[in-house]
């Protein structure tokens, strides 16, 4: 009964039957529809779930490395055509140092690398022979750089030297992996030196503001912009800045980019030095250590965005981010009508398409609308446009939003710019609702006490704090 079990639901429309029919695992094993765990009482198990029906992961037989769909690539292109233009203006270069760093190299600066060396991926053989020296993967690129820095700086006009590079790294980290947050992932390094240490300050403080940005205008989750403490630093560098998302439940915040002013640590580990135009005219010539950032947000970002807004439907997409922004489904259910409706459907994509908005239609005959609305909302589509007879009659379309359910009847005649204004209401409406659930978790302590209750109850704690080490 179960093997014959999908054409007989592509038959009916009503989901509620079938869950009366059929227990929630059963409906999911055989259409592949619906989540069989909830957001609020198990959250990991959810995770995993939403991430692999909504097709934007794919497991891999390697722990911890996981496959990035097209679902998922999408919202990383838009990530970076938003990303890529604003470091250009900043006159940031794009480059492609190689994966690989050698065992010198990567050891060079060795009070950065000791804690980090057992996440180091090794390259020790070439079919069956082993290599004459171990290479290593990059987990980070300042040991594959820092030599071309040291080369390519000679004088004050090599400087300020901006490069940026679009790559994949290997940690291999011991804490559990989950998809996004994985020992292979994608990020984007950003490695800049200057003559001086006013000129490094205000990038760090320019690139903090684009992941703010990045975060808060695309991915629609409010961030805290923020200085590490000491303990929490980058070792090698000099102070680390970064935003930090919050996940209201597991009550933890997730690191969601940093950018690291490194000083002059690593100026003077790889001699990293310049004439200076003062110094030039002296008789002495003395050589100065550069100022260095870096800087770097990675795939993860991707799996905070799921996390925040993800439901018990699955993804929850921001429409600046969705790869469709519009699906258009058809709802036909007399033969007479079904070809106008069809047609209905591809004009709808179309003016919406020309217009700018990212719609498509989903004409599919062996699905049932109970279905592909399913399936759509599983893969956080921001809203559905659905056409029927009606519809039809009254020459308008009916869209329901993603993230909140809400429909609303849209005429023809002002299609495109209704939709369009609901794109930006979706947008600002999905940031103001993840604000609103993370300011309402935030607790102010004072005391110690005070303190741990707060965590226990996941809250997001404001504290007092003078960065000592004792406190
Ligand atoms: C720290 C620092 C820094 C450039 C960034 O956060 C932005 C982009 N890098 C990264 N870090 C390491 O230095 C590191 C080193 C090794 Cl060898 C490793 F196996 C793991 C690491 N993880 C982080």
Same mark, same amino acid.
């Given at each position: 009964?179960?093997?014959?079990?999908?054409?007989y639901?592509?038959?009916?429309?009503?989901?509620?039957?079938?869950?009366?029919?059929?227990?929630?695992?059963?409906?999911?094993?055989?259409?592949? !529809?619906g989540?069989?765990?909830?957001?609020n009482?198990?959250?990991?198990?959810?995770?995993?779930e939403?991430?692999?029906?909504?097709?934007?992961?794919e497991?891999?037989?390697?722990?911890?490395?996981?496959?990035?769909l097209?679902?998922?690539?999408a919202?990383?292109?838009?990530?970076?055509?938003?990303?890529?233009?604003?470091i250009?203006?900043?006159?940031?270069?794009?480059?492609?140092?190689?994966?690989?760093?050698s065992k010198?190299?990567?050891?060079?600066e060795?009070?950065?690398?000791?804690?980090?060396?057992?996440?180091?991926?090794?390259?020790?053989?070439?079919?069956?022979?082993?290599?004459?020296?171990?290479?290593?993967?990059?987990?980070?690129?300042?040991?594959?750089?820092?030599?071309?820095?040291?080369?390519?700086?000679?004088?004050?006009?090599?400087?300020?030297?901006?490069?940026?590079?679009?790559?994949?790294?290997?940690?291999?980290?011991?804490?559990s992996?989950?998809?996004?947050?994985?020992?292979?992932?994608?990020?984007?390094?950003?490695?800049?030196?200057?003559?001086?240490?006013k000129e490094?300050?205000?990038?760090?403080?320019?690139?903090?503001?684009?992941?703010?940005?990045?975060?808060e205008?695309?991915?629609?989750?409010?961030?805290?912009?923020?200085?590490?403490?000491?303990?929490?630093?980058?070792?090698?560098g000099?102070?680390?800045?970064?935003?930090?998302?919050f996940?209201?439940?597991?009550?933890?915040?997730?690191?969601?980019?940093?950018?690291?002013?490194?000083?002059?640590?690593?100026?003077?580990?790889?001699?990293i030095?310049?004439?200076?135009?003062?110094?030039?005219?002296?008789?002495?010539?003395?050589?100065?250590?550069?100022?260095?950032?870096?800087?770097?947000?990675s795939?993860?970002?991707?799996g905070?965005?799921v996390?925040?807004?993800g439901?018990?439907?699955?993804?929850?997409?921001?429409?600046?981010?969705?790869k469709?922004?519009?699906?258009?489904?058809p709802?036909?259910?007399?033969?007479?009508?079904?070809e106008?409706?069809?047609?209905?459907?591809?004009?709808?994509?179309?003016?919406l398409?020309?217009?700018?908005?990212?719609?498509?239609?989903? !004409?599919?005959?062996?699905?049932?609308p109970?279905?592909?609305?399913?399936?759509?909302?599983m893969?956080?589509?921001?809203?559905?446009?659905?056409?029927?007879p009606?519809?039809?009659?009254?020459?308008?379309?009916?869209?329901?939003?993603?993230?909140?359910?809400?429909?609303v009847?849209?005429?023809?005649?002002?299609?495109?710019?209704?939709?369009?204004?609901?794109?930006?209401?979706?947008?600002?409406?999905?940031?103001?609702?993840?604000?609103?659930?993370r300011?309402?978790?935030?607790?102010v302590?004072?005391?110690?006490?005070?303190?741990?209750?707060?965590?226990?109850?996941?809250k !997001?704690i404001?504290?007092?704090?003078?960065?000592?080490?004792?406190?």
């Amino acid at each position: 009964m179960i093997k014959s079990f999908q054409s007989y639901y592509c038959l009916t429309t009503s989901n509620k039957q079938l869950v009366d029919v059929f227990t929630k695992e059963e409906i999911k094993k055989v259409t592949l !529809l619906g989540l069989t765990n909830s957001k609020n009482s198990n959250f990991g198990e959810w995770y995993t779930e939403v991430v692999t029906t909504s097709e934007i992961i794919e497991y891999y037989d390697i722990s911890g490395c996981y496959t990035l769909l097209p679902w998922a690539m999408a919202i990383w292109k838009r990530m970076q055509n938003f990303f890529d233009p604003e470091i250009e203006k900043m006159d940031v270069e794009p480059c492609c140092f190689p994966l690989f760093v050698s065992k010198d190299a990567l050891q060079k600066e060795k009070d950065h690398i000791t804690g980090f060396a057992p996440e180091v991926a090794w390259v020790t053989k070439s079919g069956d022979t082993d290599l004459e020296i171990p290479i290593a993967i990059r987990p980070t690129s300042e040991t594959v750089m820092y030599p071309y820095f040291s080369k390519t700086i000679r004088g004050h006009r090599d400087l300020p030297l901006k490069l940026n590079q679009w790559v994949n790294v290997v940690r291999w980290e011991f804490s559990s992996p989950t998809p996004f947050i994985s020992r292979e992932f994608l990020w984007q390094e950003g490695y800049t030196a200057f003559a001086t240490k006013k000129e490094a300050y205000t990038e760090v403080l320019a690139i903090l503001e684009l992941y703010r940005r990045l975060y808060e205008e695309y991915l629609a989750v409010p961030v805290v912009k923020g200085k590490k403490s000491e303990m929490e630093k980058f070792a090698g560098g000099l102070y680390t800045t970064s935003v930090e998302a919050f996940i209201p439940n597991t009550g933890r915040g997730v690191q969601g980019a940093t950018a690291h002013c490194l000083g002059q640590n690593f100026a003077k580990m790889f001699d990293i030095t310049f004439e200076d135009e003062k110094q030039e005219k002296s008789e002495k010539r003395d050589k100065a250590m550069v100022w260095q950032n870096s800087w770097a947000y990675s795939t993860r970002t991707i799996g905070v965005m799921v996390m925040v807004h993800g439901d018990d439907k699955g993804l929850v997409l921001p429409p600046k981010v969705a790869k469709v922004q519009v699906i258009v489904v058809p709802m036909p259910y007399k033969d007479a009508d079904v070809e106008n409706i069809l047609n209905a459907c591809s004009t709808t994509v179309k003016t919406l398409c020309d217009s700018g908005i990212l719609a498509k239609a989903d !004409l599919r005959d062996n699905y049932s609308p109970g279905w592909k609305y399913c399936h759509w909302e599983m893969k956080g589509v921001p809203l559905r446009i659905e056409i029927g007879p009606k519809d039809l009659a009254n020459n308008q379309v009916r869209a329901v939003r993603c993230d909140n359910g809400a429909k609303v009847d849209i005429p023809m005649t002002v299609l495109v710019n209704k939709v369009k204004g609901m794109m930006d209401t979706i947008q600002q409406s999905m940031f103001d609702v993840a604000k609103q659930k993370r300011d309402a978790c935030i607790q102010v302590t004072k005391t110690w006490d005070e303190f741990i209750q707060a965590l226990v109850q996941k809250k !997001l704690i404001l504290a007092p704090w003078d960065d000592e080490e004792d406190t």
